[in-house]
């Protein structure tokens, strides 16, 4: 596979998005038969207090820890989920786009495991993969290879480390509001901060990350952008089908 082998920016990228992969009326009557029902519903209701709102779902600047400790708490409740999305990498001139399409098991969280599709349709190649803990394995032919990328932590393979290493680095959190994908929330990291971003670091560019949330506070969406004009990475993944089945090819 051309783009996996001999250029190890490449591969690097396609363990990186790997990594990625592995992170939501009333009505009423005026009839005059209800006046009654309506008048002891208000008396009733009066006398509760009304709940504070969220403070992360009030638009404007969010508190980071509130925002940090909500989103954790969200991700350990996706034990299960499928992912799809992109990822663009510009660099010395050139562009390239990637597909992923992956599926995320952590119900034992010793060896959670993933399986991930990285399609490159510019070049017309494909990657499958498959993570168990702190392996990765290669589809080749018929057969899975174990990756010389062993080592790699399922840590980085998960959505809840990603997420966990971002709060470490975020330095802003605005609550946009919500739309068509969730609640929406616009982060900026100190790349300084991040494992894996000693390039945008490098070129002292802060990494802009847009979060998507339920109203259970799980990611939903995930969107991502560094680097200066012709070279960078940009990162789009939409997260569904939380508590459902998910298999894993086997390997052996």
Not at 92 to 97: I, L, P, Q, V, Y
Request: with cysteine; aromatic share 6%; net charge neutral.
């Amino acid at each position: 596979m051309r783009f996996l082998s001999g250029n190890p920016v490449k591969t690097a990228v396609v363990i990186t998005i790997a990594a990625a992969s592995l992170s939501l009326t009333a009505c009423g009557g005026n009839s005059d038969t209800f006046k009654a029902a309506d008048k002891a519903t208000s008396v009733a209701t009066s006398a509760t207090p009304t709940p504070a709102p969220d403070p992360i779902f009030t638009k404007g600047k969010v508190n980071r820890d509130d925002f940090s400790q909500d989103l954790t708490e969200g991700v350990k409740k996706m034990r299960t989920y499928h992912m799809e999305g992109f990822m663009g990498v510009a660099m010395s001139g050139e562009k390239h786009t990637m597909k992923l399409s992956s599926d995320y098991d952590g119900h034992d969280q010793s060896a959670p495991k993933a399986h991930v599709l990285v399609s490159a349709p510019d070049e017309g190649k494909d990657a499958d993969v498959v993570i168990l803990g702190k392996d990765v394995y290669q589809k080749s032919g018929s057969k899975w290879v174990r990756s010389s990328k062993t080592g790699v932590s399922m840590g980085q393979a998960d959505v809840a480390k990603t997420v966990r290493e971002s709060t470490n680095a975020m330095e802003s959190v605005t609550y946009v509001g919500e739309d068509s994908r969730g609640h929406r929330f616009d982060v900026v990291l100190d790349p300084a901060k991040m494992s894996g971003g000693e390039a945008a670091a490098a070129m002292n560019q802060k990494v802009k990350m847009t979060y998507w949330l339920d109203d259970a506070k799980r990611v939903v969406g995930m969107k991502m952008s560094t680097g200066a004009e012709g070279a960078g990475v940009t990162m789009d993944m939409t997260l569904s089908k939380f508590a459902e089945p998910v298999r894993i090819p086997k390997v052996s």
